[in-house]
């Protein structure tokens, strides 16, 4: 698993094999693509009623499409759900009538500042319909009669989503949550989901300290039926991210919890800091960091992006496809991931057991001068920041942020000084590490 | 009142009117100079007898004069105080006598580096006399014999200063001061009192909830004297700022109290923000900032000017006249100050009221996509941000700092999830808002 | 002992005499450079026994050499200590031997980057020997028989240190600590006890407030032992610096202590910011400071520099010599230093006795306008400053910061004030001055 060429090819595959289904907010392809992802990795899955009250919410109807359609006068269709789902609108009422192109107007959505390209869009709760296409195929549209249909249904049934769990030593839970509920866009739905496959199988060849919690669940509703249906256990929920736009060239952008300065949040822009990047302050407004973060549950959960939503020209049309998507960043956004994971991981907080002046490095074979063993220098460096700085107030992060030292640079360190009888550990319990504010 | 272009015109007929007046620290060009701004707004006027102790200070004899010039030797007067007030040093004794001009040249002060221009000077407590001209007007003087004549007295008196308050539901005030004492300064002195009397105007027209003090006053020894006589009800201060060269093209500049976080601050930092601005930290050195920021009254009171005392060429000179200050950036410091008042009424912390998850907002027709709506974009984002924040600790000042969504626009969102009923007042008590610190 | 350029000159001459010595961690090479130190200061001179144990160390056998040298064949010294000691690597075992140029090479250090030059190294822990020559020479050198000797003794015997205290007032000392221990080399070693002793003598002159204690000890082992020696009055230490790299024409670099904004912190970086300098956080890497700064010990001891260690080219070879170092440079180090110890003595917290509203500074004699008298415009606003921070609150430290008003002229101020009967002492514990934080 830690070979990245074979994780970035397989994760491509995933991208292009869930990128034709229907997703929506509810219905089959939500189910279709689940059973995909289960392929993977073991899922459980979850139907909630239609009518179910969660927080303010309440479980929508279930939508389902099978086929939708513009046919000119001639009998062709000029707007064909079968090329491409994102040619209806998300939640269109079922419709089979016969209307001239100015009433047709009313119901077609296209993109005049990108006239090649078709956008999302969705009506979840406006009981309307309508078609997405490209401008340029708009102007292409003769006057005249068309045959419009869409064969779908909008009825009681479920809502989906599911979760998949790695064990760890303790209950304290680490929760990665992957929106499911877009149709056909690779960069902004897809490389998320496949990232987060790939961590899941990761982890489970390790045995972690925390818990792992994938949840695969429609944007919105889908977090807020998880938080009602989990509200009484949210609090185990100690670290956390949401990931979306996963797989584009851009370069990786964080943005912080609500708390804004919590172990996540700390550790994402420490891994961050050796790569080209970008870290953003919480706004409610993005993706399910939103109910995560919202004030009554303030967890400390983060969004991690490459190019943030709204902010790459493809976002939210029929651009968004697996061409905009490469295994090199989606190797790249997976590799981040775990980095993180390895600081949620390792962060601990140790005593320096020799801490009046410095200890004789060289009679416990710990010291080779960093003036002259230049290779040697981080090493040699790490160790004396982990000797200085290890009071009992500075966990390893608090020491990586100080030093610019990577991370596992002074988890290697503080092995040998342990070893060498310089170093215990502070405390056993790294989730309140120094530096964290509620 | 709201109309600005009527607005900075009446303004600028209030400078013209007060600009020949010759005010100084005492004396019936002040008083001259109160009856007029009585004519727009009820004046309380105060008479305070020199001699009165005041704080560390004694009320000074009352200074009058009539008439001043210096005559060649052929009778025309080459210096008239007719012409301008500032020809003559401020509490300059009477004189009249003949002398050559060396001997008169050590009573007359000039620019050599603004030749044109004719300096202000007072010598306030300095028994001489002198006159003001410029460099250009001095180097025409011939050798010989001049006339020199100052008509004034420099006797027992009064102090004269005036108060104008709108009253509030609260006996919480806002002081605003602008001072009275200099000559013939149209930017530095009559502008901020030309503003603060429109401010006035349009506050007595709402029924606000602070109580609003303006007082005019000289500079140091009139704020030192309104100190003295309401050291027992300072407490009642709860924001302030000093107004003062608020005419000029120049950007607008706030100084922020010796506190310098207090909520007058963050309101003029904030309204600020969305103009081109300066903002200064506290020094002592300035306008009666200096007065009610020493250290025993330390009150929130900042000051806003556009240029900065001392920072624009025509400072406390002959050309600070009437053609500096324009009716436009009269109304942009009164739309400013507006505005800090607005965010002063205005502040309050709410309860969201659905902290869990986000509410449903289109169930009560608060939700327009701001994806889709780009011209609602900003009310739903105030809206989210509103919601978000609204835990009990963060006011809509600290939000609006936080989004860098304007006050306003967030006070029309507060009100809409109000009525939504999705948002409840925290605390009835606007003034002691988080992030103010003493 | 006020004229700089007599103090650099003198500084000079003493870098000079002891450039030639070969000094070490111990040996009579550093007694030989304390006996010509004691000419200028009186010097208290501990020997510690070799096998003392000094925390976690143990202070090592005594390291003596009379002569060295590397002859070709035709009996020639090709490399010679009486040249420099810098051609033997310190703490060479004795050696007696004829071998082949192959065989010698693996004895031999040279520069390859700096062809010219003769590296320093030393091999304390090692029990080897070798020889540091210019890769130039090495290149020259034929194959053949090469006869060496390095005719030193490694025994028994002692660790030499040496203490310098000035009595002040107080017990509370400020220690100034410089390193003994290397050869030959002029700013990193030299430049800091040249400096050091003239601040000694300038300090003698005073009767300071603070007790000021120099030490002067061989890197590391020595600060070791004298922590070791001193463990229980080290809570005497109130400030402190290491001196080192006095002396090249490169800008003052002060690296904070590791507590970072004690007052030796702040002192030192509001003296440097008025000229050109480098202000660097605390790393656990360099001098001395390392040991005063360990967890356990924790001081307000920081590192005074020019060019900081592996900064400048010719740090750690044959061309940190004499030359590099210039009387002008460590004048200016000199200068800087003795103002540092100026803010030190001279910080305290003053009480504004007249603080509702501004006191009236004329009628005292301590009021010329700023506006006119631009000359006196510092002194001016240096008493507006005092008046409006003297709250019990702000030490003249803090005011010369936020005012950035040099210390000297606040000093200045604030005598005037108090003479003037406006400021009183708030305090007679200048240690603990506001903004001092642990």
Redesign the interface.
């Given at each position: 698993m830690n070979d990245p060429d074979r994780a970035g090819k397989e994760m491509h595959a995933l991208v292009e094999r869930l990128h034709p289904i229907c997703r929506s907010m509810t219905g089959d392809g939500v189910r279709r693509t689940l059973e995909i992802i289960g392929e993977s990795i073991p899922l459980d899955v979850h139907e909630v009623p239609t009518g179910t009250q969660v927080?303010?919410?309440t479980v929508p109807q279930e939508w389902n499409i099978r086929d939708a359609y513009v046919k000119d006068a001639s009998g062709r269709r000029v707007i064909d759900f079968a090329e491409t789902p994102l040619h209806v609108v998300g939640y269109s009422t079922p419709v089979e009538a016969t209307m001239p192109l100015s009433q047709l107007r009313e119901h077609l959505h296209t993109l005049p500042d990108q006239p090649g390209l078709v956008p999302y869009?969705t009506g979840y709760?406006a009981a309307n319909w309508g078609f997405c296409l490209s401008e340029d195929t708009l102007r292409e549209l003769q006057d005249g009669e068309y045959e419009v249909r869409i064969d779908a249904t909008l009825a009681d049934g479920h809502l989906t989503y599911a979760e998949h769990v790695v064990p760890g030593e303790l209950d304290d839970e680490v929760i990665i949550v992957c929106h499911t509920c877009h149709p056909a866009l690779a960069n902004e739905t897809l490389a998320g989901i496949a990232v987060a496959v790939q961590l899941a199988q990761a982890l489970a060849e390790s045995r972690p300290r925390h818990t792992y919690r994938f949840v695969f669940a429609p944007g919105?509703i889908g977090?807020?039926t998880w938080?009602?249906r989990n509200?009484n256990r949210v609090d185990r929920i100690k670290h956390g991210f949401v990931l979306a736009c996963a797989g584009d060239p851009g370069r990786l952008t964080y943005k912080r919890s609500?708390r804004g300065d919590t172990l996540i949040d700390r550790a994402a822009a420490h891994v961050l800091s050796t790569r080209e990047h970008e870290l953003l302050?919480f706004?409610?407004?993005g993706y399910d960091e939103?109910?995560f973060?919202?004030?009554?549950?303030?967890l400390p959960v983060g969004l991690l992006t490459r190019s943030p939503n709204?902010a790459y020209p493809e976002y939210?049309t029929s651009a968004d496809d697996p061409d905009l998507v490469t295994p090199e960043a989606m190797a790249d956004t997976l590799a981040a991931v775990r980095e993180i994971v390895e600081v949620l991981e390792g962060n601990r907080t140790y005593l320096?057991l020799?801490?009046?002046?410095?200890?004789?490095l060289?009679?416990r074979g710990l010291y080779r001068s960093?003036?002259l063993h230049k290779d040697n220098k981080q090493h040699q460096?790490a160790i004396?920041?982990i000797?200085?700085?290890?009071?009992g107030d500075h966990s390893l992060l608090d020491i990586a942020e100080?030093?610019a030292i990577p991370f596992t640079a002074l988890v290697e360190a503080a092995r040998a000084l342990s070893e060498g009888g310089l170093l215990d550990e502070a405390s056993r319990q790294p989730s309140q590490s120094h530096g964290e504010r509620a």
């Open positions: 927080l303010d919410w869009r709760y919105t977090s807020i938080l009602a509200r609500r302050d706004t409610p407004y939103r109910q973060c919202s004030p009554g549950f303030n709204e939210h320096n020799q801490p009046y002046g410095e200890p004789q060289g009679k960093p003036a460096m004396l920041w000797l200085n700085y290890s009071d100080r030093s």
